[in-house]
């Protein structure tokens, strides 16, 4: 696969404002603090909400590809006859922040257990995506999707615009079976969705 990093001043310089705002433990981190109290500050999201869709009404399968952080590409086909997570996220989001250890955590739990788990990064470039992974030690990986916005359009009938964060889970034929809309605010909830959509196929 290729290595292509595309590295230009204004991503560097957004790279060193987010790595002061980075550093340090994630519950030091003062814009998931500011979202937990309430403080939304401007940021646009979903309210929470879970839709779990019944396999005879699920659409197409959803077929994409796209450029990852570290510059090699992904695709559907990747992830053909397994469960995928699909989370949608930019770095400075509040609630993003918040939920990430969440993320980080059942992402771990499922890893080689039928799901596999795929970002969705919808403002950021490579090196910011890098950075919040590090300091959230995500391992899975996202795709930068700030310049084409590729998957958000293949996505774009499963989540409403500039609804961030928002986590799908797709069945083992790359349709979607459920939905967040906004903060994963009970992990278990997730957990449940992603364990019901493995056992379809059980």
Avoid at 87 to 92: D, E, G, I, K, T
Avoid at 93 to 119: N, V, W, Y
């Amino acid at each position: 696969m290729s290595r292509r990093s595309r590295l230009i001043p204004a991503a560097l310089i957004g790279l060193v404002s987010l790595g002061l705002v980075l550093t340090g433990c994630t519950s030091d981190d003062p814009l998931a603090a500011q979202y937990r109290e309430g403080s939304g500050k401007g940021y646009i999201a979903g309210d929470g909400s879970v839709t779990e869709i019944a396999a005879d009404d699920r659409g197409e399968s959803v077929v994409f590809d796209g450029t990852l952080e570290d510059g090699s590409t992904v695709s559907s086909a990747d992830y053909a006859g397994e469960v995928l997570v699909v989370n949608f996220w930019y770095a400075s989001c509040a609630p993003c922040r918040a939920e990430a250890p969440d993320l980080k955590t059942i992402s771990e739990e499922f890893a080689g257990q039928g799901a596999s788990f795929l970002g969705v990064n919808v403002r950021d470039q490579a090196p910011s995506a890098i950075a919040f992974n590090e300091s959230y030690e995500i391992s899975y990986p996202s795709v930068m999707d700030v310049d084409d916005g590729g998957l958000q359009l293949a996505f774009s009938g499963s989540i409403p615009p500039n609804a961030v964060p928002t986590t799908l889970v797709l069945d083992s034929s790359g349709r979607v079976a459920a939905r967040i809309l906004g903060q994963v605010n009970s992990p278990s909830i997730l957990e449940t969705l992603i364990k019901d959509t493995i056992a379809e196929d059980g």
